[in-house]
């Protein structure tokens, strides 16, 4: 006995077209699910659902690409304020002030061990290890 089976008809919106490379470009761009959406006249759930992957690689590709033009403005073009940015952000560096009396007291404490301590030469020249050296 054979059950007939009726196809079910589909729903709802035909799927609206939307082109990936479209996409991936706006993302590399650095837009937002919003912006996108709003160039390709589209939702952002929509988006979201069919190109969220393609979106995530196109926004990495794109903080690729500027860090990249930071480093070239850093390093090609010598803009010192951009090796500063790029010394904060990846080395950590800072530029906070010191309080006068911290530095003040750092200063005092050096001064009095210095002064303590003698100060070691190396390689002091002397006549005598100066002629040893030389053959004179």
Same mark, same amino acid.
């Given at each position: 006995?054979?059950?007939?089976?009726?196809?079910?008809k589909k729903?709802?919106r035909?799927?609206? *077209? %939307?082109?990936?490379? !479209?996409?991936?470009?706006?993302?590399?761009?650095?837009?937002? @699910? $919003? #912006?996108?959406?709003a160039?390709?006249?589209?939702?952002?759930?929509?988006?979201?659902?069919?190109?969220?992957a393609?979106?995530?690689?196109g926004?990495?590709?794109?903080?690729?690409?500027?860090?990249?033009?930071?480093?070239v403005?850093?390093?090609?073009?010598k803009?010192i304020?951009? *090796? %500063?940015?790029?010394? !904060?952000?990846?080395?950590?560096?800072?530029?906070?002030?010191? @309080? $006068? #009396?911290?530095?003040?007291?750092?200063?005092?404490?050096?001064?009095?061990?210095?002064?303590?301590?003698?100060?070691?030469?190396?390689?002091?020249i002397?006549?005598?290890?100066?002629?040893?050296?030389?053959?004179?």
């Open positions: 006995m054979y059950i007939k089976v009726k196809k079910k729903t709802g035909k799927l609206l *077209q %939307i082109d990936p490379e !479209k996409v991936a470009q706006l993302a590399g761009m650095l837009c937002t @699910s $919003d #912006e996108i959406a160039v390709l006249d589209c939702s952002k759930d929509t988006l979201e659902k069919r190109f969220s393609i979106m995530k690689k926004r990495e590709c794109g903080k690729v690409s500027l860090k990249r033009a930071q480093f403005s850093a390093i090609r073009d803009n304020t951009m *090796q %500063i940015w790029l010394g !904060k952000q990846y080395l950590h560096q800072r530029n906070d002030p010191i @309080s $006068d #009396e911290n530095c003040k007291g750092q200063i005092m404490e050096w001064i009095e061990r210095m002064s303590r301590e003698p100060v070691p030469v190396e390689n002091e002397t006549k005598e290890n100066y002629a040893a050296s030389t053959g004179i």
